[in-house]
């Protein structure tokens, strides 16, 4: 027969254990209660000190005259070559005069370029386009070049500030002075061959707009067709910058030669 197993007190480790679990669980809600009181009160000392998760950024950079920066790069120069043709807003290019010739701001534009070796400053109009040289950005006439003493060396590195921009309106958007129609240039060539290569290109890119090659102060330049309002014209300029080409806005066609 089997001995009856006879009761009694249970080991003082199982004893232990339920207690010990209890003090365990304490010690882990104690943890956490204890880590988000650490990190409300560092939270609270981040507010007071002004740290902020994203940084505000300042005002834009103004010059000491108050003018705001508008570009800077290397400024050059043209004369000789050029004098006696047509610029780009249909003017007869003078060297003695303060003009100059950008890429892409308004026709009349008054801008004020500072050479930034001498800090010698010259207020110039813009009435052309160009420099079409890489990391160049703005034309000078000769007569802004000697102003700036930067004749002889060709090039110098300036700041441009806009003093006014050319027929810009109370809104805001630029006007073609008044006019109601404007040409796109796209392009200007010393060879007529890349002219028609680019002529492909564009019948591609503007099925609908008609180009053709014009030849101009002993360059074929490729002009677009009358366009009827200044809006259409910088469509136009947007979608040759969507392709990676150049072009801007003339006021006047260019008229086949006699």
């Not at 990391?135 to 070049?145: E, G, T, V, Y």
């Amino acid at each position: 027969m089997r001995k009856k197993h006879k009761g009694g007190l249970r080991s003082p480790t199982f004893c232990f254990l339920p207690f010990l679990s209890a003090i365990i669980l304490l010690m882990k809600t104690l943890l956490r209660v204890a880590a988000c009181a650490l990190l409300l009160v560092f939270s609270a000392c981040t507010a007071k000190t002004g740290i902020r998760s994203q940084p505000e950024f300042g005002p834009p950079a103004v010059a000491r005259d108050g003018l705001s920066v508008f570009q800077t790069g290397i400024a050059s120069w043209y004369g000789d070559d050029f004098n006696g043709k047509t610029t780009a807003n249909g003017e007869i290019y003078d060297m003695n005069k303060l003009t100059a010739a950008h890429q892409n701001l308004p026709f009349h534009t008054l801008v004020e370029v500072e050479n930034l070796e001498n800090k010698k400053k010259v207020l110039v109009r813009v009435n052309d386009r160009g420099p079409f040289l890489k990391n160049r950005i703005i034309d000078l006439s000769l007569q802004a070049a000697q102003r700036l003493e930067m004749a002889e060396q060709g090039t110098a590195e300036v700041k441009l500030r806009v003093l006014h921009w050319g027929g810009a309106t109370l809104n805001g958007e630029i006007s073609m002075s008044g006019s109601l129609e404007c040409f796109v240039q796209a392009g200007a060539f010393s060879v007529r061959e890349n002219a028609e290569d680019m002529l492909l290109t564009l019948g591609e890119i503007f099925p609908d707009l008609c180009f053709r090659i014009a030849l101009e102060d002993g360059m074929f330049k490729i002009i677009s067709a009358k366009l009827t309002a200044a809006p259409d014209c910088r469509e136009v300029i947007k979608k040759l910058a969507a392709f990676h080409l150049q072009g801007f806005i003339r006021e006047t066609d260019i008229f086949p030669e006699k």
